[in-house]
């Protein structure tokens, strides 16, 4: 058998050569047509009403203001509220929500390939 | 969701994908959640916050003047100041009208009083 022109074919370029050259890569290009198409804002939205309904959020309230409490209000910064509740905020979401936006998220990423 | 390429290899850029999208929400939401927790907690708008750390510095305050020595700590002069800083005098000198003869009493004389009292039955001045 021969295998004349792919042999020598250079290798495909790394995403973030694409980058270099302007080329986007496939994950962003999908980025920007969830935003375009405003589907990224409705799956934001629905998360978010997913996690308050299912009292997440009055979770990491409550960790931030014990937080507040011992640091003392005019102490505490922005960042030191996301590092105190990311973990647990990662780690503590429902899996019946993760699965539905996962599932939402999917859906668009079936449609968006065509 | 049929897509053209390599199934395989798709479903897994696909799962990958997705859950990094995923985690891009989540991680927005938390930033916004941290955000309005910051503002609340430096305007000063969280009124459960204001009232615990006002109960806290008035318990401090408190302790303060209780372990303080020239406060009647126990019985030093006349009057007993508790950790509110009031004082009250030894008997109490509330004047009421007992329920059962009628009679105007002392608060910190009831208790001997109503001895007496509620052993007669009957006292002709009740209705």
Redesign the interface.
Known sequence: MLWRGSVNRPPTPEAEDGRQDQHLSLQEIINIKLVESGEKERLKELLRERLIECGWRDEMKELCRSFVRKKGKNNVTVEDLINVITPKGRASVPDSVKAELLQHIRSFLGSAAL | ???PNDKNGNMSF?SQ???????D???????????E??RT??L?L?C??EI?EEELRLSAEARARLSDPSNGGDVNGKYIVDIFGQTHPPVANDIFECMNCGQSIMAGRFAPHLEKCMGKRDSPLQL
């Open positions: 969701m049929s897509l696909n994908l997705s859950a990094h999208l995923f985690s929400l989540l991680d927005s939401i938390i930033v916004d959640v941290a955000s927790c910051h907690a430096r000063g969280d459960n916050l615990e």
